[in-house]
């Protein structure tokens, strides 16, 4: 059965430098586009950014230029690279994996994912 592992979040200050890691098994990773998402109580879930085997990547305005994702298909693993982190980036952290091989475009795409993890909590203090 599809499995995704999340590690890495923790506590840092404001300005620090956190990396997930999502490990998958289960499925052929390499076939599916995959993503993180956050998600804060009260709070609908927010796509973060997604990545597929092509190489094709996407990220939320709000991580734009501070956050990057990237993927080792050799190692089934996802990853998070968060830098300059802000208190408005605390959250659950999760990795998700698509219906499809290539990422959706658009508006919509956060729709398009069907697994997640249990998630890995982020906490960025001031």
């Known amino acids: 059965q599809v499995q995704l592992v999340e590690s890495g979040g923790g506590s840092v200050q404001a300005g620090g430098s956190l990396r997930l890691s999502c490990a998958a098994s289960?499925?052929?990773?390499?076939?599916?586009?995959m993503a993180w998402f956050r998600q804060v109580p009260g709070q609908e879930r927010e796509g973060v950014a997604q990545?597929?085997?092509?190489?094709?990547?996407s990220y939320a305005d709000s991580v734009k230029g501070r956050f990057t994702i990237s993927r080792d298909n050799a190692k089934s693993t996802l990853y998070l690279q968060m830098n300059s982190l802000k208190p408005e980036d605390t959250a659950m952290y999760y990795c998700?994996?698509?219906?499809?091989?290539?990422?959706?475009?658009?508006?919509?795409?956060?729709?398009?994912?069907?697994?997640w993890g249990q998630g890995t909590q982020v906490t960025v203090s001031s």
């Open positions: 289960g499925y052929t990773y390499d076939l599916y586009c």
């Open positions: 998700a994996r698509s219906r499809n091989y290539y990422c959706k475009r658009g508006d919509s795409w956060t729709a398009d994912f069907d697994y």
């Open positions: 990545i597929d085997s092509p190489g094709r990547i």
